[in-house]
């Protein structure tokens, strides 16, 4: 059974800085391409980074570029978002997410395995 837990999530100011991991269990992480999405309140789920397979490519939502960097470690089967300069508008539940595909893909049907989420609330 795939199982993709998240952590790290929780309450921080404006300006700061948090750590989400995501452990992934049922699979080996180095055959999937992973990303983490979040969904702020009344609005949908959004892409907010990507990770390829090998590592070698990454992409990132527009507002998040030069704050948020994705890494996978696949010895230990965990993807991180770390993220700095929080703004209010980064407050959301953020969710992992993986698939049996060798690039990122930016939408919620290009992934198959999806964790339970945590929150993010930022404050000014």
């Known amino acids: 059974q795939v199982q993709l837990v998240e952590s790290g999530g929780g309450s921080v100011q404006a300006g700061g800085s948090l750590r989400l991991s995501c452990a992934v269990s049922g699979l080996t992480l180095g055959t999937v391409a992973a990303a983490w999405f979040r969904q702020a309140p009344g609005k949908e789920r959004e892409f907010v980074a990507g990770i390829s397979r090998s590592g070698s490519n990454i992409k990132y939502e527009d507002s998040v570029k030069g704050r948020f960097t994705i890494s996978r470690d696949n010895a230990r089967n965990s993807v991180s978002l770390q993220m700095s300069s929080l703004n209010v508008d980064d407050t959301a539940v953020y969710y992992c997410?993986?698939?049996?595909?060798?690039?990122?893909?930016?939408?919620?049907?290009?992934?198959?395995?999806w964790g339970q989420g945590t929150q993010v609330t930022v404050s000014s």
């Open positions: 997410a993986a698939d049996l595909a060798y690039e990122a893909g930016l939408n919620e049907p290009d992934y198959k395995y």
